[in-house]
């Protein structure tokens, strides 16, 4: 299990909590909600490249402030779009969808009000956040990232490695 702080210019000191073997993957703080995901204990093997080890959203759990919410993820193929993750708690959405190779935006539903860009660097995750960015979201967009991780490549070089590099 992996523990680290990051001080996130916003929301102060965030406390992450990372264990891929169990499947947990959780952040805390003073001025965000405590968030978790976790896989089931069934799950044997991690079989995905996503650090939580899956992308079947059934066998996946999600709490916020003590609460349970709704994960919903994107079925994962050729398209960045299509690895996005949503989480609903309460009556908002919020959420992560590739943008780059490196980063991943977080917006908040039903209107789509963006939050921000996050980045995982070798010290942990980053949050450029905007002026409409609140602290669930926050939350929620740093387990996202912790759990599945966050960019993707463009679908022209994940088309060019499946067909001449025989895939990741």
Known sequence: MSQQTVTDARFGEIFLTADREQGRFGVSGAE???TFIRRDLDLLAAKAAAPIGTRTPEVLSVTVDGLPAVLELGPGGLTRRSYRVRVTAGETGYE???????????VRHP???????IT???????????????????A???????AFGVGANHPLHVIIDSAILGGY
Do not use: F, K, Q
């Open 96 to 106: 992560l969808t590739p943008n780059t190779p490196e980063t991943s935006l977080l």
């Open 111 to 117: 209107d789509r009000t963006p939050m921000g860009e």
């Open 32 to 34: 965000i909600p405590e």
């Open 120 to 138: 995982v660097l070798e010290e942990g995750p980053r949050a450029e956040w905007t002026e409409e960015a609140d602290a669930t979201g926050a």
């Open 140 to 146: 929620i967009g740093y387990t996202l990232a912790l």
